[in-house]
């Protein structure tokens, strides 16, 4: 386990649902990060949160809404979706997402939540 | 435009040879250099961190070079196993704003043939 945890593994949603993305980290870490990862395509960024501060969104529709209460607690919440945003949704950590220190910017990943939008 | 490439989608290699998989970009100045091993249905792990100023970088049977003037880094698995079958990310660590940012490679699909 790389202590990263992501719920649920599985989705499958209509356009016209709400449902959100959770991810838990108990590895002591300060910043949490979403990826997407389409196939066939590198992972993509989509935000970053450092000791709770949103400090990355690179231009994810807001159909796409991130949450994070605190340091150990990272949601992304997910309304009107299109087929297109089917992929595999990761969820890392690192200790400092300013990783200047060597090793502060090695990230943990969750195993993910396969989205599928019909 | 900035690009990350890995040397091909998938590599097929006899078990007891040693695997070579090739990162190169271009537009970057990355302070370092990560590679990851990622699984069907799992997340990337964690491999191994390269520095910009480390020609090479060891770890049992995992080699990393980083050749900053070439822009490449070369990722090699000595005595290669069926387990070391996986998909290989690189990815580089660039600041953007107030985070630094991995940027990823679309990866390589290796697979050890016993």
């Known amino acids: 386990e790389t202590g990263v945890t992501q719920t649920p593994r599985h989705l499958v949603m209509g356009m016209t ?47 796409f809404s991130p949450e994070c209460p605190n340091s150990s607690h990272l949601f992304l919440h997910l309304h009107t979706l299109q087929p297109e945003d089917s992929a595999l949704y990761l969820c890392a950590s690192s200790q400092d997402a300013q990783g200047v220190g060597l090793g502060k910017n090695i990230q943990y990943f969750g195993a993910g939540t396969r989205l599928s939008v019909l | 435009s900035q690009k990350i490439e890995q ?38 792990v964690f491999l191994l961190l390269i520095r910009e100023n480390e020609k090479e970088k060891r770890k049992e049977r995992l080699k990393v070079t980083f050749d900053t003037t070439l822009k490449q880094s070369l990722f090699h698995i000595t005595a290669s196993q069926p387990a070391d079958s996986a998909t290989y990310l690189c990815a580089l660590s660039i600041s953007s704003g107030s985070a630094r940012q991995l940027t990823f490679g679309s990866g390589t699909q290796l697979t050890v043939l016993p």
Not at chain 1, 36 to 61: D, G, H, I, R
Not at chain 2, 11 to 20: C, R, S, W
């Open chain 2, 7 to 44: 040397n091909s989608e998938a590599l097929n290699i006899q078990e007891g040879k040693t695997a070579t998989l090739t990162c190169n970009y271009t537009n970057y100045s990355p302070a370092y250099l990560q590679w990851y091993r990622q699984d069907p249905g799992r997340g990337p």
């Open chain 1, 17 to 63: 649902n709400k449902k959100s993305l959770k991810c838990e980290q108990h590895l002591g870490h300060n910043a949490m990060y979403w990826y997407k990862q389409s196939a066939k395509k590198p992972l993509e960024l989509m935000f970053v949160y450092n000791f709770k501060e949103q400090t990355e969104n690179n231009s994810v529709p807001s159909r």
